[in-house]
């Protein structure tokens, strides 16, 4: 059993349809940070939520911490080509130790 | 600025042979980490270090080791490669800790295959 569970594993879509990624845990998070990987990169940060039921919005995707800093979720509106990846969340619920989540991997077909 | 490179790109081992991966980044970042990544697994930590000559364990420290004699470079090693150690292996380092607020920059990773 993982630490950050992410559902679902995987998600295929079509472009111009709308989407949600979870990120659940049962420990508490200072602070959860969202990822996008691409094939044969390393994850790159999209945001980091960091107060209980705080929204970020960042162009068609919508981010938000539960009020219980367990959980967080990702929307994407209007799902589009490029935003086909893996999309890892991330956090350290105690000191460094940073966990990632299982990965969602979409991919929006044009 | 290169940011975070890895070395080698790809690697095959036998069982039972040994190897180092290096990390470099040119960002003046105190922390570093090592993950391996597996198919529905994520990420998952191996070792990190939040400074020049130190490290700690993370989630999977089993048959790896690190060191980080200079502040830009963080190496692990695998004293004795096994079948399990199959894996994608990506490095990272961050500005701070801070709890997991401050992004991690992550190299290209390193594909090991161990027949």
């Known amino acids: 059993t993982q630490l950050l569970e992410q559902s679902p594993q995987f998600l295929s879509i079509q472009e111009g349809e709308n989407l949600t990624v979870y990120c659940n845990s049962s420990?508490?998070?200072?602070?959860l940070q969202w990822y996008r990987q691409e094939p044969g990169e390393g994850p790159v940060l999209l945001v980091t939520?960091?107060?209980?039921?705080e929204v970020k919005k960042l162009k068609r995707l919508t981010f938000q911490f539960g009020d219980a800093r367990k959980d967080s979720s990702l929307h994407i509106t209007a799902a589009q080509p490029g935003d086909t990846g893996l999309y890892l969340c991330?956090?350290?619920?105690?000191?460094?130790?940073?966990?990632f989540g299982t990965g969602t991997s979409l991919t929006v077909i044009p | 600025n290169a940011g975070v490179t890895q070395t080698p790109k790809f690697r095959v081992l036998k069982t039972g042979q040994s190897m180092t991966l290096l990390c470099a980044q040119d960002?003046?970042?105190?922390?570093m980490y090592w993950y391996r990544q597996d198919p529905g697994m994520g990420l998952r930590l191996i070792h990190y270090?939040?400074?020049?000559?130190?490290?700690a364990k993370g989630e999977v420290p089993d048959g790896y080791n690190v060191s980080r004699l200079k502040k830009q470079n963080f190496l692990l090693g695998l004293e004795s490669a096994a079948p399990s150690q199959t894996s994608v292996y990506f490095c990272a380092s961050s500005y701070g800790g801070g709890g997991g607020t401050y992004e991690q920059y992550f190299g290209p990773g390193t594909r090991l295959t161990v027949t």
């Open positions: 939520v960091v107060t209980g039921g």
């Open positions: 420990s508490v998070f200072s602070s």
């Open positions: 270090s939040v400074g020049e000559g130190t490290t």
């Open positions: 960002m003046n970042h105190e922390y």
């Open positions: 991330a956090g350290a619920p105690t000191g460094n130790q940073f966990y």
